[in-house]
């Protein structure tokens, strides 16, 4: 009986004490969010992003081996120029939001890995595949759509051949304490043709292709887009801290 009696006047207590409370209590204004402006076309940057291709030059991306980038420009297109190498942007990114978009090659004769490869490295360590997914049959955690040979995507949202695909990427960069050891790994979600295909993955580590993922530390590291040996084409890249 004490106890329903003491458990009674618990609940009469927090009931009293929300109905002396006021609205006010719980409402905050300070600080403001950032005022952005959204682009008035679908997939253009918004007023806070960083273009990193706007179809006219290379400024922004250095080859990754420190020389300057040697893919091709034409049409307000970028093309990668099988045998120049991957690039990099000159700019380091940690946490981040990535447009991007990319047109795979007339297939020819090649199937599976060999056919529009490419690759999005988040932090130039942590691959998003880029791959002709146009009935082309591959190992399912290295489609286009997956972290490269750790998570397929949930779905295949890939159009076909020689059309331009979209992807948005959101990126929570792992987080390295005292020591280099990993405090927090990395998260992604990805969406292409606005189609949610990675939820909130988290990582197991990098994405080799052969051997295990693992971390290693490391702060904030340029975006890279990879040279696999076919002239796959990018266009409308664009980022925003986050």
């Not at 090649?110 to 146009?134: A, K």
């Not at 990993?182 to 990805?190: D, G, R």
């Not at 993922?213 to 664009?238: C, F, M, S």
Request: contains cysteine; neutral net charge; hydrophobic residues 35%.
């Amino acid at each position: 009986m004490k106890k329903i009696i003491l458990l009674a006047t618990v609940v009469v207590s927090v009931v009293s004490a929300y109905a002396q409370m006021k609205p006010e209590s719980t409402e905050w204004y300070y600080p403001q969010p950032t005022k952005v402006i959204p682009a008035k076309v679908l997939n253009q940057p918004p007023s806070d992003a960083i273009v990193l291709f706007d179809g006219k030059d290379l400024s922004k991306w250095t080859s990754s081996n420190g020389e300057s980038a040697k893919w091709k420009v034409s049409n307000g297109e970028m093309f990668v120029v099988p045998g120049t190498g991957s690039i990099r942007t000159k700019e380091f990114f940690g946490d981040c939001q990535l447009h991007i978009e990319f047109k795979s090659p007339a297939p020819g004769n090649h199937n599976g890995q060999n056919r529009g490869n490419s690759g999005i490295f988040l932090q130039s360590t942590y691959e998003v595949q880029v791959l002709d997914g146009d009935n082309n049959s591959t190992y399912v955690n290295g489609m286009v759509g997956s972290i490269y040979k750790q998570k397929a995507p949930a779905v295949d949202a890939y159009t076909k051949n020689g059309e331009w695909q979209v992807y948005d990427i959101y990126w929570k960069a792992p987080v390295f304490g005292t020591g280099g050891k990993l405090e927090s790994p990395a998260m992604i979600t990805v969406v292409l043709n606005g189609i949610l295909i990675q939820n909130n993955y988290i990582l197991k580590g990098d994405t080799p292709y052969i051997g295990f993922p693992k971390y290693e530390a490391h702060g904030r590291l340029p975006l890279e887009l990879q040279d696999h040996g076919t002239d796959v084409a990018y266009r409308n890249i664009w980022i925003r801290n986050l």
